[in-house]
């Protein structure tokens, strides 16, 4: 079963930049579709952003697009977010997913992502 840990969360001033990442532990990494969501108290879980798994194909949501870029290094079985120009409404617990089935794509719904992280905060600050 995979297993995903988040890291590089943090308080950082608006405009900024922070990277978030993601380590896989199942040797399939590659083979799946991944995706970044954010949540906020009282708030449904959002999709930020997703990527298939040949890394060729990447889906934004609106309000992170042109300034959130995901990534991954299959060899290394880590997940990336870059996030630049922060602003106060980004702040919110990151979550990585990923889709059970393997050679997936990117998909912007919730419930098609069987793997979640514990999620790690980003704080924005004005």
């Known amino acids: 079963q995979e297993q995903l840990v988040e890291s590089g969360g943090g308080l950082v001033q608006a405009g900024a930049s922070l990277r978030l990442s993601c380590t896989a532990s199942?040797?399939?990494?590659?083979?799946?579709?991944m995706a970044w969501f954010r949540q906020t108290p009282g708030k449904e879980r959002e999709f930020v952003a997703a990527?298939?798994?040949?890394?060729?194909?990447?889906l934004y949501s609106d309000s992170v697009q042109g300034r959130f870029s995901i990534s991954r290094d299959n060899a290394k079985n880590t997940l990336f977010l870059q996030m630049n120009k922060l602003k106060t409404e980004d702040t919110a617990v990151y979550y990585c997913?990923?889709?059970?089935?393997?050679?997936?794509?990117?998909?912007?719904?919730?419930?098609?992502?069987?793997?979640w992280g514990q999620g790690t905060q980003v704080t924005v600050s004005s």
């Open positions: 997913a990923a889709r059970g089935a393997l050679y997936s794509y990117g998909s912007y719904y919730r419930g098609e992502y069987d793997y």
């Open positions: 199942e040797r399939n990494f590659s083979r799946h579709a």
């Open positions: 990527i298939n798994w040949r890394d060729s194909t990447t």
